[in-house]
């Protein structure tokens, strides 16, 4: 009786065991297809500015070619923004669901993309604060005095791939300012790399997936 019982007691504990071992254990294959998405969400999700310390929008102003009026500008005063209108902000959405990508690039007078490698491009809602801007920054060709801190809580930021492909995630109905640079040298009959900024409109509503390129000529 009890040599019986030992075996039995033995056969569970190693049916127990065997169990334990086929069972217990975690599907790599699911662990690491999880970690990867996360990590891809993270990396092209939107970013607020007060969720990151590091965002700004210096560049925004910072000696690059928009326009042909650019460089007879260079030796002009800075121009003083208009007052922050936070009341005109206060009414804008910040959150949605619609979602904007495309490509950004310069386009060569022998129809050569260049594209826009790894750089950050910016969601700008358009107000009154941002028409100034675009009107005597970007097509005026002038330097501005710093934005109001208060700005980047209103902006998205994103970074576009090595082929200048990029998407914006969460974007509240409404219209924006799409805003990127894009390196360029020789290949756009330039004698050095210059920073051309590029900026365009884009109105989106709801959930819609918006599809709209980035680009200019290089000349």
């Known amino acids: 009786?009890?040599?019986?019982?030992?075996?039995?007691?033995?056969?569970?504990?190693?049916?127990?065991?065997?169990?334990?071992?086929?069972?217990?254990?975690?599907?790599?294959?699911?662990?690491?297809?999880?970690?990867?998405?996360?990590?891809?969400?993270?990396?092209?999700?939107?970013?607020?500015?007060?969720?990151?310390?590091?965002?700004d929008v210096s560049d925004l102003d910072k000696s690059v070619t928009s326009s042909s009026s650019t460089q007879s500008g260079t030796g002009d005063?800075?121009?003083q923004r208009m007052p922050f209108p936070a009341e005109e902000y206060a009414t804008l959405a910040r959150t949605g669901k619609g979602t904007i990508k495309g490509q950004i690039y310069l386009l060569t007078a022998g129809?050569?993309?260049?594209?826009?490698?790894?750089?950050?491009l910016?969601?700008?809602?358009?107000?009154?604060?941002?028409k100034e801007?675009?009107?005597?920054?970007?097509?005026?060709?002038?330097?501005?005095?710093?934005?109001?801190?208060?700005?980047?809580?209103?902006?998205?930021?994103?970074?576009?791939?090595?082929?200048?492909?990029?998407?914006?995630?969460?974007?509240?109905?409404?219209?924006y300012y799409i805003i990127g640079t894009v390196e360029c040298g020789s290949e756009c009959g330039y004698g050095g790399n210059k920073t051309i900024r590029i900026t365009d409109k884009v109105a989106i509503e709801d959930n819609q997936i918006v599809v709209q390129d980035l680009s200019r000529s290089a000349q």
């Open 1 to 55: 009786m009890i040599l019986k019982n030992s075996i039995f007691i033995g056969t569970l504990i190693f049916s127990v065991l065997l169990f334990t071992a086929c069972t217990g254990q975690p599907t790599s294959t699911g662990a690491t297809s999880a970690d990867e998405n996360s990590k891809t969400w993270t990396e092209n999700k939107n970013v607020d500015a007060d969720e990151y310390e590091t965002v």
């Open 77 to 79: 005063a800075i121009v």
């Open 111 to 120: 129809g050569q993309r260049v594209p826009g490698v790894k750089t950050r």
């Open 122 to 130: 910016y969601l700008n809602p358009v107000t009154s604060y941002s």
């Open 133 to 175: 801007w675009f009107e005597i920054s970007y097509e005026g060709g002038k330097k501005m005095s710093e934005a109001d801190p208060r700005l980047f809580n209103y902006l998205k930021f994103t970074a576009s791939e090595s082929d200048g492909s990029f998407s914006f995630f969460d974007v509240p109905t409404g219209e």
